[in-house]
């Protein structure tokens, strides 16, 4: 069994919308899961827009002082 076919069979086969429907009415969230969620989103994402911040301030700061 090669590497590519491993990967192969982890991929979800195609599923019609209904079935994925089924899938996300069966998902239940308990009470802190939505905190929970919007934490984690702004605990990966902060870091990353402070770099993209820092990366552009740089560089107007580079244009200006010329």
């Known amino acids: 069994m090669n590497l590519f076919s491993r990967f192969a069979e982890m991929v979800p086969k195609k599923k019609t919308k209904e079935e994925l429907d089924e899938h996300y009415n069966s998902i239940e ?3 802190g ?9 702004f605990i990966t994402f902060l870091p990353v827009v402070i770099i993209a911040m820092a990366i552009f301030y740089g560089i107007i700061w580079l244009i200006m002082t010329r």
């Open 33 to 41: 899961d939505f905190l929970a969620m919007c934490i984690a989103a």
């Open 29 to 31: 969230l308990e009470k």
